[in-house]
């Protein structure tokens, strides 16, 4: 392993003014994002969409890596370039999904576990080949405000996650670790913070086990916010206190970096708790930045809708989504600049 590598590929892409697209939609995921707008999803539909993504202008000063999906990574531009290297040509760091997805916990109702381990060793092969230079696997945790998740749902999930990221540093790439916990539901911003606390716990505890050195990884975890059926809504100082406070409590300092999901936080709420965490990090030792699907996404679609006509305006609508991050990821966006 070579850790001076995967060290500067972590510290690359949370570079100052920048975060991670995560354009990572499996196959029923992007099929529910195009279903609003009317958008069939074929390959050449969902190849278009990734198309108009990777060229939007001047996204490389904010964007400094992409979440993939299998089918995009061996996808190309119309020009025929494979998007790999329609991003390095950029300056963005492609990087791959290669989880399976979250199913049922046998023995265990309501809670999940994510698979995709079997044949994970030729797979990262593979991808690297293909030109990536990370990968993520994204764990998923559902609450309540009582039971859920039970603790060996905790352990088993963050044992998998830890098994994963080993082998992806074995294999030479950066794994973005994300262990979410969901933002449906009821419950408060206090029972948020229990569970990602317990869960922050556990998985560092198993990345050390498997012998994971934390400067090549990068964090991928929620924000602390309530449910979003909870009566008691919080203000962005209110997130920005309790996820630091959490993340101080259970991240080692060695991390170079955490990249918060938005998790279906709107776009300008995500960018609003985003600079609020960079307002108030002090001497926080690790950068704190972004890795967006939605919160990036959700404007470029409305914008686009499946119509060659409106490209221009899609891009134009996520250069601002990634400009407005970057300044968040610095402490420096406020909401007029949105009217702008
Ligand atoms: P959201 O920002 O839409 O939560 O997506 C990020 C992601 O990559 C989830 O795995």
Redesign the pocket.
């Known amino acids: 392993m070579n850790i001076d590598e995967l060290k500067s590929v972590a510290e690359a892409i949370v570079a100052r003014q920048k975060g991670i697209l995560?354009a990572?939609e499996s196959n029923p995921t992007i099929k529910k994002r195009f279903a609003p707008i009317n958008v069939e999803s074929t390959e050449e539909n969902r190849r278009r969409y990734r198309e108009l993504l990777f060229t939007a202008e001047g996204i490389e000063r904010h964007i400094s890596g992409v979440?993939l999906y299998d089918e995009t990574i061996r996808q190309s531009s119309k020009h025929g370039i494979p998007f790999p290297q329609v991003l390095s040509e950029r300056g963005i760091i492609p990087g791959i999904k290669v989880d399976k997805g979250a199913k049922p916990l046998a023995l265990q109702p309501g809670n999940k576990i994510t698979e995709g381990l079997d044949g994970l060793r030729d797979r990262l092969a593979e991808y690297k080949q293909l030109g990536a230079k990370f990968a993520?696997w994204?764990a998923v945790m559902e609450i309540d405000e009582q039971s859920l998740p039970s603790a060996y749902a905790i352990r088993a999930n963050c044992h998998a996650l830890a098994r994963y990221a080993a082998l992806c540093q074995e294999a030479g790439l950066v794994p973005i670790v994300?262990p979410?916990v969901l933002m449906d539901g009821a419950h408060d911003i206090g029972r948020c913070e229990s569970i990602t606390s317990a869960m922050l716990e556990t998985l560092f505890g198993e990345l050390d086990a498997h012998g994971v050195v934390f400067e090549g990884i990068l964090l991928?975890p929620n924000m602390v916010v309530p449910g979003k059926k909870c009566a008691l809504q919080v203000s962005s100082q209110q997130v920005a206190e309790a996820t630091i406070r959490c993340l101080r409590r259970y991240v080692p300092t060695a991390v170079p970096g955490v990249v918060f999901?938005?998790?279906?936080q709107n776009p300008e709420e995500a960018t609003d708790n985003l600079n609020a965490m960079n307002i108030m990090r002090g001497n926080c030792p690790w950068q704190l930045s972004f890795?967006?699907?939605?919160?990036l996404q959700e404007p470029v679609l409305a914008a686009w809708k499946g119509e060659e006509k409106n490209v221009t305006e899609a891009q134009r609508a996520f250069s601002k989504r990634c400009q407005l991050n970057g300044l968040a990821r610095e402490g420096l966006y406020n909401r007029s600049m949105e009217d702008s």
Not at 261 to 264: A, P, R, V, Y
Not at 291 to 295: I, L, Q, V, W
């Open positions: 995560a990572d979440i993520k994204r994300e979410e991928k999901l938005s998790g279906g890795s967006y699907g939605r919160a």
